[in-house]
């Protein structure tokens, strides 16, 4: 008799112990930032769980920094994309609107809309590019090179 009373108690102290361990879970899961706590038995358990829930957080961040520089990327080449079209508009409608035979305007209206072009082009294949690295599907060969030149180049 005296086994089947120890036995209903330690069945229930582990019945305890198991709605604590289920309650630290969803506390976890609702306020991250909020410390686990379990009973004096159950400390392994518990600085286990508190280096998950820093594991979830610092997850979380990570998330979120990574969201906030994919959006200010998009919104980067959504402004960096308008420009070249913008011009393309105007100097088609440039074209559109010349009055008799114009050939030197016309020919420079065209140029600038072939070049917004090219640049537009190059900025998509850029987004790509960056699409494909972020993917895996490319890789970045990294080579030595001059700065002096290329900073005289862009000087």
């Known amino acids: 008799m005296e086994e089947k009373i120890f036995a209903i108690e330690m069945s229930q102290k582990w019945n305890n112990n198991l709605i604590e361990i289920i309650s630290s879970i969803d506390q976890i899961l609702k306020e991250p930032e909020k410390e686990v706590k379990l009973p004096n038995g159950l400390m392994m358990l518990e600085s286990r769980l508190n280096n998950i829930r820093v594991d979830l957080i610092n997850s979380q961040n990570e998330a979120k920094e990574a969201m906030q520089k994919k959006n200010d990327l998009i919104m980067y080449m959504a402004h960096d994309l308008k420009t070249p079209l913008t011009m393309?508009?105007?100097?088609?409608?440039?074209?559109?609107?010349?009055?008799?035979?114009?050939?030197?305007?016309?020919?420079?209206?065209?140029?600038?809309?072939?070049?917004e072009t090219d640049r537009l082009t190059r900025l998509v294949n850029d987004m790509m590019d960056l699409s494909k690295i972020e993917s895996g599907i490319m890789t970045i060969n990294k080579e030595i090179?001059?700065?002096?030149?290329?900073?005289s180049s862009l000087i």
């Open 88 to 115: 393309i508009k105007a100097y088609s409608e440039m074209i559109r609107d010349l009055s008799g035979d114009n050939k030197v305007k016309r020919e420079e209206h065209l140029k600038v809309i072939i070049d």
């Open 145 to 151: 090179f001059n700065f002096t030149e290329l900073a």
